[in-house]
């Protein structure tokens, strides 16, 4: 069966919504790259499942939508979300539009993520 960047996307955003902080680090490659005009680039999945942590830690109150999932190539989709949360400590609403194009290696795991919001947060 051919893989499916749209399933996986699908199913990596729920992993997230539902904070399963395993099954999203099962999801990056141990070399996976994340880069976003929010936090800058982050390179290795330790280094961005600290900083998954520390913003869920921040916004643990999420949630996300999907306006758009498609695929661009056989390895790789793209996401058009939207976002709502509120900061746990100050209280102030985070609200975030953006998208993202997520790359699969062949064996379904995340090497690189790239975020681009449509504002600054």
Avoid: C
């Avoid at 400590?89 to 690189?112: A, C, H, S």
């Amino acid at each position: 069966m051919a893989f499916d960047p749209v399933k996986e996307i699908t199913l990596f955003h729920d992993a997230i919504n539902r904070l399963d902080y395993q099954m999203i680090e099962d999801y990056f490659a141990e070399d996976a790259t994340y880069v976003s005009n929010g936090v800058g680039s982050l390179s290795g999945r330790d280094a961005i499942m600290t900083a998954f942590r520390k913003y869920f830690d921040d916004y643990p109150d999420q949630t996300a939508f999907n306006k758009l999932v498609e695929r661009v190539s056989p390895y790789a989709g793209r996401a058009v979300w939207s976002v709502r949360a509120t900061h746990s400590k100050t209280g102030k609403p985070l609200v975030r539009e953006g998208e993202e194009t997520i790359t699969f290696n062949e064996e379904g795991r995340v090497t690189r993520v790239d975020v681009k919001d449509y504002q600054d947060f």
